[in-house]
């Protein structure tokens, strides 16, 4: 039974690029969460989607930050025009329902902005 | 403004002893507690949780001691091993929404 998955577990970018971040559900999860983890610091919300529809996405950056869950394949959160502030862990987590024992975590994705 | 604060930042604690990481928080609407372990490179794993209408859970060898009045809840792991060297996390949430304190290192030494 695999967990959450999420790739690339690294990705480096340069900036004014676009990062991509893929994430997989766990098999019967409809519910999708991202995180931010800063150096040195917890993980901060960002956004909660279902299926086609954004949720909550009051912890997302305005600007240049952006999230999906397509009705087929992964969730994707995208920032474009990358800063060095952007340069982070990303953690996506997954739950059966809208609840708060079940999310569970991906691995993370690294991204460094040169 | 952070909403869950988190002591100590680093943790040393030889094979066998009490480790003890603290949190505190604010908001009173928070109605569940968890724990969270993450080692290097990897992302956090569920520990141990608990819910404000119970004082302590046990599970193993980890504990949750949960005050209410007090706004603070802590994690104690009993005969601490090397093993359990990794990062811990206290949250606090509300439905959906989890708010993570900033972590301990914990070091367990053999």
């Known amino acids: 039974n695999a967990g959450v998955m999420q790739n690339p577990r690294h990705l480096v970018r340069r900036r004014g690029q676009e990062a991509r971040l893929r994430c997989s559900p766990m098999k019967g999860h409809s519910h999708v969460y991202w995180y931010r983890q800063l150096p040195e610091e917890g993980l901060k919300f960002m956004v909660y989607?279902?299926?086609?529809?954004?949720?909550?996405e009051s912890g997302m950056p305005k600007e240049r930050f952006s999230a999906e869950f397509p009705k087929e394949g992964p969730s994707i959160l995208r920032i474009q025009q990358v800063v060095r502030g952007d340069s982070a862990a990303y953690f996506c987590?997954?739950?059966?329902?809208?609840?708060?024992?079940?999310?569970?975590f991906g691995p993370g994705t690294r991204l460094l902005v040169l | 403004q952070q909403q869950v604060k988190q002591s100590p930042q680093s943790l040393i604690v030889q094979k066998g002893g009490i480790s003890i990481i603290n949190c505190a928080y604010e908001n009173t609407a928070f109605d569940y507690f968890p724990w969270y372990q993450q080692f290097p490179g990897k992302g956090p794993a569920l520990l141990i949780a608990i819910r404000p209408d119970v004082s302590e859970k046990k599970e193993g060898r980890f504990t949750i001691s949960f005050n209410k009045s007090a706004k603070q809840f802590s994690l104690h792991i009993m005969d601490s091993q090397p093993g359990d060297s990794a990062t811990y996390f206290c949250?606090?949430?509300?439905?959906?929404?989890?708010?993570f304190g900033s972590g301990t290192k914990l070091n367990v030494k053999p």
């Open positions: 949250a606090a949430s509300i439905d959906y929404k989890f708010y």
């Open positions: 989607l279902q299926k086609e529809n954004i949720i909550d």
């Open positions: 987590a997954s739950s059966r329902g809208q609840g708060q024992e079940t999310q569970y």
